[in-house]
């Protein structure tokens, strides 16, 4: 179910992710395995966020490489003192 789950990202339009994510919600859910119906009722959650990835496909990954380089800069310039 996981690995099946990935195609998700895969999908070559909101309409076809959202009959994809549909259908392995319905899974999930017939599966009757607890974690599976857990892990259903989670992504129903997130279900208008999971499908907006479609409307723009674009992802928060290099701006949040952005924001931990520049943490890392602070971090290292705490020992440095002031000229004053």
Known sequence: ???GLRR???QPGKAFATSFLDGRLRRAQASG???LRQMAG???LYRSGLLAYHDAMITRGPLEGTINKIRVLKRG???YGDHE
């Open 1 to 3: 179910m996981k690995e």
């Open 33 to 35: 395995m607890k974690m």
């Open 77 to 79: 310039a705490y020992g």
């Open 42 to 44: 989670t992504l129903a």
């Open 8 to 10: 998700f990202w895969e």
